[in-house]
């Protein structure tokens, strides 16, 4: 899905929702410039999906028009056809990665991640009858996943590992830099995406 698209999408569900909103809420919500959340919502304005009404005078109030709400299903339609397209191409592209390491043997695997790529890899894991030996995350943030603990990856020791699994959508270069700087042999490192 284009990501202006998925902008838009962002911006009709949160009119939609029908709380108190400001252009400078919106931005902030989407982490933006207020200028540009200003642009966003007049090209809205401009193809009919919203509505501006100044209630009072120096408040602006937004609503979904009816060819708005049409619209806003048809990219939630289009954003949900994107993310199974996304599951299956990644389920895929971990068996094809996966299923050869596991013949020649390798066993022992760890998660590094903790988000949906996370839980992809965790699947197709179970699926191809690995060993779960661990999950990592670098920023700490969550404690358990899926029932495991959630270690630092100050904690992994090559030795315990056959193979890492760098479950994230986004480019995997730091963290394989990290991995590698841990002393983990770039052959047992697994990315989903690389860069």
């Known amino acids: ?25 919106l931005a902030q919500k989407l982490g933006i410039a207020l200028g540009l959340a200003n642009l966003y919502l007049k090209r809205l304005a401009r193809k009919g999906y919203i509505k501006l009404s100044s209630v009072p005078p120096n408040r602006i109030k937004y609503y979904l028009t009816p060819k708005g709400f049409a619209e806003k299903a048809r990219l939630t339609y289009q954003y949900m056809d994107y993310s199974l ?13 996966l ?29 191809l009858g690995l060993d779960l030996a661990g999950v990592v995350d670098g920023d700490g943030g969550a404690q358990t996943f899926l029932g495991q603990p959630v270690q ?40 989903l995406r690389r860069g």
Do not use: C, N, W
């Not at 284009?2 to 400078?24: C, F, K, M, W, Y």
């Not at 299923?99 to 699926?127: K, S």
């Not at 020791?157 to 760098?166: A, P």
């Open 1 to 25: 899905m284009e990501r202006g698209a998925q902008r838009d999408l962002e911006i009709l569900s949160t009119i939609a929702q029908g709380g108190p909103l400001t252009q400078r809420s």
């Open 99 to 127: 299923d050869p390491l596991a013949r020649q043997g390798h066993r022992r695997v760890v998660i590094y991640g903790t988000g949906e790529a996370a839980e992809l890899a965790y699947l197709t894991i179970q699926e």
């Open 152 to 191: 630092p990856l100050s904690e992994l020791r090559q030795e315990d590992v056959d193979l890492v699994i760098v479950a994230t959508f986004a480019p995997a270069g730091e963290i394989i830099r990290a991995l590698t700087g841990q002393g983990i042999p770039g052959e047992k490192i697994v990315p």
């Open 85 to 97: 397209q996304l599951y299956r191409q990644t389920r895929i592209a971990l068996r094809q990665a």
